[in-house]
């Protein structure tokens, strides 16, 4: 064999002494034998990308720009309609909302006061800054910590494993829309009923849940096929290249165990992070965010140079995070620090009253006047269940159409798999966080601003926020198609490095990592329009989630579901170029989506007009003529990009996300 310099490689390849090496040709690919490439190697020990490739992530950080750009304009709008009356409320909410152990701390001088609320303060930006600073690092650190055969592990498992949380945390997201009505009416016994309904409602889910993915665990053919369903089909495709035949499905188990016991944790934080964004104790919640995140940093950075498995380490890392924000969550009001917000909201938490809700669906009726208040509570229990269902069947349309997508993908070659799982990488970086950001900003304000007669324009300034950040995407992704493929898919370089393994590369990168039809540069094609189409819908669901509309939001997922059915198919069976093609199972997830946008899109113009001409709608079963609680204006944008922050860690425990650190 002749030699082949890495210099027209893509890749470096390094031996064990981290000296650069040059590989030899196997027919037309160059291959690195001597390279420390092998399963218990770390990838960057065997293989990096040369740093000329240009990351365009980093201008996504200016998405904050049209994050705050609705909500800034609402706000001034309504703070111009108000009385005089209302703006000395509004403003008085700042004072009221400072924690009281520090301005009614007689032994505290007033220098140390004014220091203190300061610090106390911080805790906005310091959560800001720590969520932004992980949001970059932990992605690479992961990426290069893990193999590529362990983020397909990883993909298998999620694409499970997602569609699975969303049956059984259909509660969480209705909870946490009723909550920020009740706020937003200043009904305090409303507030108090839904914590309790939520709480009991997602403990049992959370239970049922994690003795389903236990069976699921220990049964070791079921884990195996849900895991890893093509690996004997990749041993056939792939015969004696090492990564594959060493794959062992006891490395995913304890990962599996952790995320299947982690849902009701996620849940419960979901539950609480609601009450605590409607109530705007964004400061107080911020503090709860640094001491989760910077236990995440503890527990992944600290052990990841020495880790075997980094599987089970970002479980763990997962575990802890997804649990640790309720026990704060809960300490915190049981406290005299939350006395406070307690009382201010009329929420006391009581184990009884959780207990309560988990017996009342059992409860019969009876026609005594003390039991038609257990028998109207017991109602309003269920249809808060009947809501959180409808809310559910729309999101599990979607992710089910994930899931058999990787899946198939997975069958067919665990190389086309895995070009998904770079791409799926990359969405949460290129618009995904900031209409998430903008999402929460909807569901937190929409009821207010519905009640002060700003909500559509609200809704415009979103949607035009929404068009600069689709131009933004375009702009960042269509001309670096190249390097986007590249930087998701290092893990793949490590197949380079034997003639048994070379052909997965070749898939992935093209022969020499020179790219071709079908591999991961053209696959990158699509990327700009899957992640339009993700931010987009996530827009349009929480303008029709703030305004309950969720029996249009079932029928309009039914349809969605049925388009999926002939585009699979087509990918699955036509006689086209790009059937069982990454490519096309790619596009295939966002069929559904794209149904659902447009049909959105045609309810969202109906109800906003009803909205102008003061028609009724789904709304007005749950508003009410009691004016809105009077909220700080001070430092309003600041908690605006907390919101955001706070509720990726408090809110990505569940549906969209259960407290993933991103691959």
Known sequence: MSTCSSADFPFLFYDTNHDLVNGTLDGNSCIFPTANCHPDVRVQDCCTLKDEYADTGQLMHYTVIFVLFPFLYSMTNWRKSMTPEEKEAFDKGKKDRDPQFITQGTRIPKRLKNILLIVYNLGLWLSITIEIALSISLPLSIQGSMSAEDRTFLAASDAFMIPFYEIFDFVEHIVMIRIMYAISQNDRGLTDRLIHMGLAAVIASGILAGVVGTFLGVYKPALEGITNPGLSNDQALYPGCYFIESIDISTIFPYWMLKSWGCMGGQIAGVLSGFFLGSFELISGGWISIISNLLIVVIWYGNVETVVNPVTLKGIAEFVGVWILPVLFIGFMKSPLGAQVCERTGVELSAKKVLAYLLYPFKKETNTDSNENTEGRRKEFLLLIKQGLKVMFVDITIQFATTISVYLALNKDSAIAYQITAMQSRLPNYGMSATTGMAVLIIIM????????????????????????????????????????????????????TSECVPYFNKVFGENGEAGTYTLFYSYHIFAAASCIEMILIIFRAVLLTLMDFDFMVYTAIAAGISYIPAIVIVEVAPVGFRQQAIAYFGTIYVPQLVMILCFAYRLVVLLRKISNGEPGPWSLVTASTPPPAIKDKDMAAKAIAAASFEANAANYSGSGHKEIAM
């Open 446 to 497: 929409g009821p207010v601003f519905l009640k002060a007669g700003i909500f559509v324009d609200f809704v415009k300034m979103n949607v035009l926020s929404l068009v600069m950040l689709v131009l933004l995407i375009v702009a960042a992704t269509t001309p670096f198609v190249d390097d986007l493929a590249l930087l998701s898919g290092t893990n793949a370089c490590e197949y380079a490095s």
